[in-house]
């Protein structure tokens, strides 16, 4: 959370976070930045900037400890695109040039797309500057639409400062929401986002506090043994860790915090946009004719939307064959229902499910699948579309007749290839790629051989 590693956090974890919309927080990202950046800006307001010196000083004291963070967390995309922005922000406010924050975010978006053109393609970066741009346009008129008004100072401070953080969480999602549907095919229930994410942002942004101030002070405080304080301060940061993610396990095994299986296709992204800009242009001129363009646009959506279900409905089976960790992962789908069949590795692991098969049964409107496990030691054959499909995990001398394609488990290559000599079905797939050694052992036996690849080195295959 602080520096960029996660490798050790478990899918549970990462899985809650997500639902609730707050995965920014667990991973070091812009959110980060921004409360390290206006750390040290509240120290430096301290400073008179009385000379020149002292300008460029406060200007390239700030810039030397973003970009050491930046570098400590491994220079991951969204520190990298915050550092830039926060820099240019330093830049402009301490050298008192004016800035425009829309400028801003296309200037930055333009040096890193000059630096690396291929990241206009990775999804954070889209959903990343789509959300910041989100922000820039939508959330002042959003915020300006209601004011708490209270007796209590303190209460009204704090229903002002809810009543912010819900409205960025609401235009930053403005933009994303196709994007996030489009790349996860799930969204955090829009209820317990709202209300949670106020909360959450609170916590996180005061363990942020008290884990930077742990890194920058602690070091110092061992070094002169002060251990009361660095001990105290160590507690201080556990309990707000403690404290964060008891309320965020609580809000996701409580509630049912996500949408899950959403389908979103690429043609949909031009009718919620139109529909976006239409009601912005209506919220300007407020005309019946935009009304009722908006109208048109919106049910004429809905019925091609509901009519490509009802052709899934109808019409579609289809079944892929792929692998997961040198094991066979064969999908079948026919109309609205699937069947995915595997070992018992792969549903041990749900993260792996999760990123390549729901996103599948999202795409064909699937409302029920079934789990159908087997046995790594036994050989299994099934027909598909009239053609015979056989997965051996063993070598065996007696074969079905008339099988089209075979399925060979990887370990078999240790047993020899003698026994394939004789059984040439049209396809032939290894679970993984052969060793050169073993493909000329392979190209001994059959010296023409069929067609065969490996799954590890392809998409999965559709039939």
Known sequence: ???????????????????????????????????????????????????????????????????????????????????????????AQTFRYPLNSINLLAFTGFVMLVWDPMQLYDAGFQLSFLAVLGILLFQVKLHALWEPKMKHSWLQYLLKQVWALTTVAITAQVLTFPWILFYFHQFPHVGIMLLANPLLVLLSTISLILGLAFLLIAPVLYAFDITYFYVLLGKWLNISFTVLHEVMFWIDHTFQPTTPFLHWETWMFFPYYLLLLLGIIWWEIRHKVILILLAFVFLGSITYFQWEQWQAFRKQKIAYLGQYRGETVWLEIHGLKARLRASHRIFQDPAWIQSNISPVLAHHFIQDTIHERWKSEENVSWTWKGKRFYLAHYSTVLFPKGINVMILDSKLKKQGFEWLKWRRPENRFWTQSLTDYYQRKLNIIETKPNFQVALDTVTAKWY
Not at 7 to 36: C, K, N, P, Q, W
Not at 48 to 66: A, C, D, E, Q, Y
Not at 75 to 82: D, G
Request: hydrophobic share 55%.
């Open 1 to 91: 959370m602080l520096l960029g590693g996660h490798e050790s956090i478990d899918f549970e974890t990462r899985s809650s976070y997500a639902a609730l919309g707050a995965i920014h927080i667990l991973s070091v990202s812009g959110m980060h930045v921004g409360v390290l950046f206006l750390c040290i800006q509240f120290f430096l307001q301290f400073i008179p900037k009385r000379n020149h010196i002292t300008t460029v000083g406060s200007f390239l004291l700030p810039l030397f400890f973003i970009w050491m963070y930046a570098g400590i967390t491994g220079f991951s995309a969204p520190v990298l695109r915050a550092s830039c922005m926060f820099s240019v922000v330093l830049f």
